[in-house]
């Protein structure tokens, strides 16, 4: 195992971060917080950091801990009635790292990504392995309704499974 794996996942994350920016054109302290070692949080539109919320904070720490991730950006969303709790996370496989950047600019409104999320309404219940469809909405990050995008997440799986990505 490499000894600074920390550090080179959060280089990492600020490369995505910056992908991230542009192309929604997110807000500027997302990544400056980042840098900081503050991890945005969308909650519909409003932007928050993890460190105001301590039930964010410890849903991180213990998913870090337990998947030797690091997270960059945290997303609430309402899901068939129940409030989830997304994490955008850069996992230890740096050979993967390439080709999970290059999904971020795959599609032009928005991306499709595998990730986590737990439900808060439930949380010894939580984890998730999900595919998730994320766009923007005034310079944050919000998860797209998968119902509404259903066909397109059908051709994103196809194509990922081509691709074996």
Sequence with gaps: MIKNIRGLQKEEAVKRLDILTKKFDLKSNILKDFKMD???????????????????????????????????????????????????????????????????????NFICLSGYAYNLDI??????FVNMVITSEDGTLIFEDGLVKLPIIQDIKKNMDKENI
Excluded at 82 to 93: C, G, Q
Excluded at 123 to 128: G, I, M
């Design 123 to 128: 949380l010894n219940k939580c984890t998730e």
């Design 38 to 108: 503050k991890i945005s949080l969308s909650i519909n539109k409003y932007l928050t950091t993890i460190e105001n919320n301590s039930t964010f904070r410890n849903i991180i720490d213990i998913h870090e801990q337990q998947n030797n991730s690091l997270a960059y950006y945290g997303i609430v969303f309402k899901a068939f009635d129940m409030l989830m709790f997304a994490i955008l996370t850069i996992s230890p496989n740096i050979e993967d790292w390439e080709n999970e950047r290059e999904l971020l600019n795959k599609y032009e």
